[in-house]
């Protein structure tokens, strides 16, 4: 099946763009870019038919060998890359969303500097996705796991020059890196036990074990997996990158959000589902970690005023989601919601990445409003982004996210209620932001007075509002109709044969959270249509929380006064000024300082004249002789 292509494609079109974009046009650099992401779609797409992924096969995972990496005694680790019904999930999602965003980043980064430096990162993430899906072992996995890390430190800082994206994509970076240490101890911990990565070795040897009673070293392996995967996934309390990784280009938002990066977290423990189901510990620490980032990130959104932190800490909501799903063993149900989020989160971001071409790099809700007559093609597809994150039926949302309050349920009803809490607030927040931007009176800055589309405050003069071209809002409509019908897409069905089958619920469960998402719309047009003054009467109102909430309940400033503060001084005043300025500088230039005093004692001797020569020979006479005598004496 020639599965290296997959990978390889997207790597050469970075390859191409990277080392001789410079010289090409933009059509060149489009073609390089988008065609070799249409490429490796089309591949995936006639891989999965030829083995039956389509009608009902693939019920055995597919492999292929390409060579031994390292061997070294009884530890082989090979490249060798795997398809299953996971790994068939996992790259529709990468190559067919990441196709639609490339595609609309054409016309997104139209006016922008380092067009072909942009494109060939693009590539590069996508590369590094795919082999982190179809590797089939945990190194090779860890491979494309450090890889989408590096590419988001790239993209996330794509506009190099601005403080605010470095400082942004330093944080993703380092942060990530305190997620990735624990992810490589799980590694280690689990080529010890098995002498070998290999996921199919592992796993079988796993499968006949007893579930742990107490915590033992598959619940060990368990929470440190899960520590790479509140990392790379932005879980509490690794989540605080991910919303300042708005600070890269729209498009790479979307990418990270939707189809990449954040998703690999949810993929690695749905990969490792044998070690979570022999540990009830790990499982619960999983679904307590997901609810209460799901929660917490919720209440957050709902005071944001940048269109895309809205997004992001949706995001980081949604993906909290997925880990309850997840830890509650309803892995087909968390893998599903990847998928319908997919559709809709791509959606919003690049949506509102179609807002902020329309205002001159606009990102405040309140300089928004009254734009649903001037680029409807992006309010109608935002309203369908809404209504499918927000779990209206029958749209795609609601029913993965269904499925994983169910599961919830069963599991342990106070996280459903959390959950459907959580849900009536999503509702609320996104909404909040599609009425603020589209309803009412315009309250941004008069037309005349904008300067450019200012793709993320970098953009051209286009001379007012105006809906994007057509390369932009076609993927929009495209990622529309998928939030809308995706959810028909039945993939707990399709991944029985991994995780077996859905359990029946309650048939009142569905209807509660169909009545808090719709609650949660209703007060929202009730609060920014009806009654624009209501939310600040009640900010005023309720100025303690509502601040705590508007400010992110302070964590970045709490990680700042007791982890980077203290990690920077210390470094600077112990290692820099004690350690390196004192001790080595001062050992270096202390040996320095010697050697001189001694030449210059000894340059002393080295006169010239021959009446000091005599004077020196005669004292080193006399030195000797007392010498000589203090031996004799001592005789």
């Not at 300042?244 to 498009?251: E, K, L, R, S």
């Not at 320095?592 to 006169?607: H, I, K, P």
Request: charged share 10%.
């Amino acid at each position: 099946m020639q599965l290296w292509l997959i990978p390889l494609l997207p790597l050469a079109g970075f390859a191409v763009n990277g080392l001789f974009g410079r010289r090409f046009s933009k059509a060149v650099v489009n073609t390089i870019a988008v065609g070799s992401v249409l490429l490796s779609f089309l591949w995936v797409l006639k891989t999965l038919s030829a083995l039956g992924a389509f009608n009902g096969g693939l019920e055995e995972a597919y492999r292929e060998h390409y060579y031994t990496w390292i061997q070294s005694g009884a530890l082989s680790i090979n490249v060798d890359f795997a398809i299953d019904r996971l790994t068939a999930v996992w790259l529709m999602i990468v190559t067919g969303v990441g196709l639609l965003i490339h595609i609309y980043a054409v016309g997104y980064m139209a006016h922008e500097g380092g067009y072909y430096r942009f494109f060939a990162y693009l590539n590069l993430f996508m590369f590094f996705m795919l082999v982190l899906v179809l590797g089939a072992n945990f190194l090779l996995l860890f491979v494309g796991w450090e890889g989408v890390g590096l590419c988001s430190y790239l993209l996330i800082g794509f506009y190099f020059l601005e403080k605010f994206a470095t400082d942004a994509g330093n944080k993703a970076f380092i942060v990530n890196r305190i997620g990735d240490f624990g992810f490589a101890l799980a590694i280690f911990l689990i080529g010890v036990h098995f002498k070998s990565l290999d996921f199919s070795t592992v796993f079988s040897a796993i499968k006949p074990m007893p579930v742990e009673a107490e915590v033992g070293w598959i619940t060990a392996a368990g929470l440190l997996l899960l520590v790479g995967a509140t990392g790379k996934s932005a879980q509490i309390p690794l989540y605080v990158w991910l919303p300042d990784a708005m600070a890269g280009p729209t498009p790479v938002s979307a990418l990270i959000h939707a189809a990449t990066m954040v998703t690999a977290g949810v993929y690695m423990v749905a990969r490792s589902s044998q070690i979570y189901l022999h540990s009830a510990f790990s499982l619960d620490v999983v679904a307590i970690i997901g609810i209460a980032t799901a929660f917490i990130a919720a209440t957050i959104g709902l005071c944001q005023n940048d269109i895309k932190k809205v997004f992001a800490y949706s995001t980081v909501s949604q993906l909290g989601y997925m880990f309850v799903g997840l830890g509650t063993g309803a892995f087909s149900a968390g893998v599903f919601h990847v998928m319908t989020h997919a559709f809709f989160k791509a959606l919003l971001f690049l949506g509102a990445g179609s807002v902020i071409h329309a205002l001159s790099g606009e990102q405040d809700l309140r300089k928004m409003g009254g734009l649903a007559k001037k680029i409807p093609i992006t309010c109608i597809t935002l309203f369908c982004a809404g209504v499918a994150i927000a779990g209206v039926p029958p749209f795609s949302g609601f029913h993965s996210k269904d499925a994983i309050l169910e599961a919830a349920y069963e599991h342990a009803p106070w996280i459903y209620w959390v959950g459907v809490i959580t849900a009536g607030m999503t509702a609320f927040y996104v909404f909040r932001a599609l009425f603020l931007c589209f309803f009412g009176e315009y309250r941004g800055p008069a037309e005349e007075h904008m300067h450019g589309h200012g793709h993320d405050d970098h953009g051209h003069a286009h001379g007012g509002v105006h809906e994007s071209p057509a390369v932009m809002w076609v993927p929009l409509a495209i990622l529309a109709v998928l939030s809308l019908g995706g959810g028909y897409i039945n993939i707990p069905r399709f991944l029985e044969p991994l995780y077996g089958a859905e359990h029946d619920a309650p048939a009142w469960l569905m209807y509660v959270s169909v009545v808090a998402g719709l609650l949660g719309i209703a007060v929202a047009y009730l609060f920014y249509v009806v009654s624009p003054s209501l939310p600040e009467a009640l900010a005023k109102a309720f100025s303690g929380p509502y601040r705590w909430i508007y400010n992110k309940y302070y964590v970045d400033e709490f990680y700042d006064s007791t982890v980077v503060r203290p990690v920077v001084d210390g470094s600077r005043e112990v290692l820099w000024r004690g350690a390196d300025v004192d001790v080595i500088d001062g050992a270096v230039n202390g040996v320095g300082t010697f050697a001189r005093a001694t030449g210059a004692l000894l340059r002393r001797a080295q006169s010239g004249y021959i009446r000091s020569y005599a004077a020196w020979v005669l004292a080193g006479s006399i030195l000797v002789v007392v010498l000589m005598g203090f031996v004799w004496v001592g005789r």
